[in-house]
């Protein structure tokens, strides 16, 4: 059974930064990423990396966000620099193993002022 722990997150202002972690168990993950809701708003993706290291950015976030992932720890890390107060959401950790069964995250608050 895959079991998600996510860390970090809380409340900074615009330009500060933050962290998530996220540590899998249970299983080999072939992708692992951050997904956000915010209210009112459909679950979009953020940032995904593959095992072997490739990794797929929202738009809004590429050049202030940086993520990766350990492969032996199993943990998927998110580096969220320059926040601005749109990035204020619910993040949530998703794996997918390598038979391709998804597992989320409970979600970690992220709130950034202005």
């Known amino acids: 059974q895959v079991q998600l722990v996510e860390s970090g997150g809380g409340s900074v202002q615009a330009g500060g930064s933050l962290r998530l972690s996220c540590a899998a168990s249970?299983?080999?993950?072939?992708?692992m990423g951050w997904y956000r809701q915010a209210p009112g708003k459909q679950r979009d993706l953020v940032a995904l990396?593959?095992?072997?290291?490739?990794?797929n950015y929202a738009d809004s976030v590429k050049g202030r966000f940086t993520i990766s992932r350990d492969n032996a720890k199993n943990t998927v890390t998110l580096q969220m620099n320059s926040l601005k107060p749109e990035d204020t959401a619910v993040y949530y950790c998703?794996?997918?193993?390598?038979?391709?069964?998804?597992?989320w995250g409970q979600g970690t608050q992220v709130t950034v002022s202005s």
């Open positions: 990396i593959t095992r072997g290291g490739s990794t």
């Open positions: 998703r794996v997918t193993t390598v038979n391709g069964l998804p597992s």
């Open positions: 249970g299983d080999i993950f072939s992708f």
